[in-house]
């Protein structure tokens, strides 16, 4: 009775062992290091925000094919633009603006029997 104890309480630590060990392997595939890609004015950018920029560019254009180079690139040039528009005089309120463009955006890429609008978020960077 006692050796029937002793090798139910084995094999269930090796179970757990096993499934703990697929646990930490499995997210260790599927996590990715969040890095700085770089800063304006004490403003840190990072790899999350550079893949949010990949998915509006594929939201916005249909040229899926860019290089990391190129999304970075244009996205440090619209974050300066961005900055620059923030520290400007000119206070205009763009919401309405940036919710037509939006809609109308979306409109035209549902046309495209390959689009899935649950990919893309209007409330990204």
Do not use: C, G, P
């Not at 893949?51 to 899926?64: E, G, H, I, M, P």
């Not at 005089?89 to 689009?115: A, G, H, P, R, T």
Request: no cysteine; proline share 0%; aromatic share 16%.
């Amino acid at each position: 009775m006692l050796k029937v104890i002793y090798l139910k309480s084995t094999i269930n630590k090796l179970f757990f062992f096993i499934i703990f060990f697929l646990l930490i392997k499995f997210n260790s595939i599927y996590a990715f290091e969040n890095k700085i890609e770089f800063k304006i004015l004490d403003k840190t950018f990072t790899t999350i925000d550079l893949n949010k920029r990949k998915n509006y560019l594929k939201f916005v254009t249909n040229n899926s094919e860019l290089s990391k180079n190129e999304i970075l690139e244009d996205y440090i040039s619209a974050m300066i633009f961005n900055q620059y528009f923030i520290n400007s005089q000119n206070k205009i309120d763009l919401k309405i603006n940036v919710n037509k463009i939006y809609l109308d955006i979306l409109s035209e890429n549902k046309k495209n029997n390959n689009f899935n609008e649950l990919n893309y978020s209007k409330n990204t960077r």
